[in-house]
């Protein structure tokens, strides 16, 4: 059975690897699974179609047989879970690894997608300036937070896992910023997750559509 995920047609990220398909290719290229991109357009993210596949109107969604999976955590977990690579062989090893998972949508995304839609959408707001600090202190937090457990470790919890897969997409975010230079090991760490083969397929594969795009 083909694996089939829904990609942006023409990314807003506009080549940088940070639409969420990136993690599901990503994912994919890690267990050495094949896979097929339908590119969809913003109109066709609203269709019916599509909406049956993901009923908020957003990439990436997955398809395999009969299974049909939307959100990209949630489809890396059944991934990871399907195919061996991205978890531990032990339970207490798997466990924590989906823990990881689960923290990187559910804690450390949320604060960084907050500070970007407020830089995106708000900065002709009068309260604009004085809310950026408010979030980037939170974004400090948790880096910190992050910053120490990772330590001196090259991964979160042992090997690579995809945990690790999802805490780097998250950083992946803030790559060049004095938020993230603050915490020389975790950018350390995420240079090391973007070395990475199955990293540099997945990219090089979301790339070559931006290219294809642009090229129009």
Not at 123 to 140: F, M, N, Q, T, V
């Amino acid at each position: 059975m083909t694996i089939t995920i829904t990609a942006f047609e023409r990314s807003p990220d506009r080549g940088r690897g940070l639409a969420r398909d990136m993690r599901v290719r990503w994912a994919l290229e890690e267990v050495g699974e094949p896979y097929e991109v339908r590119l969809l357009s913003f109109q066709a993210m609203k269709t019916p179609a599509h909406l049956a596949l993901q009923p908020f109107g957003q990439i990436p969604t997955y398809e395999e047989g009969d299974l049909a999976l939307f959100e990209s955590g949630a489809i890396v977990l059944h991934i990871a879970e399907r195919y061996p690579g991205l978890l531990p062989s032990d339970t207490n090893g798997r466990a924590r690894a989906i823990a990881w998972i689960f923290a990187a949508v559910a804690t450390m995304e949320p604060v960084v997608i907050e500070r970007e839609m407020a830089r995106i959408f708000e900065r002709g707001e009068s309260w604009h300036d004085a809310r950026l600090p408010l979030l980037e202190k939170r974004i400090r937090t948790r880096l910190s937070e992050l910053s120490a457990h990772l330590g001196d470790a090259d991964w979160l919890d042992g090997a690579f896992s995809a945990g690790d897969l999802e805490i780097i997409s998250v950083l992946l975010r803030l790559k060049g910023s004095e938020l993230l230079a603050e915490h020389p090991n975790l950018s350390a760490y995420l240079a090391r997750g973007e070395a990475r083969p199955a990293y540099q397929r997945a990219f090089a594969a979301q790339l070559a559509v931006f290219k294809a795009a642009s090229a129009e």
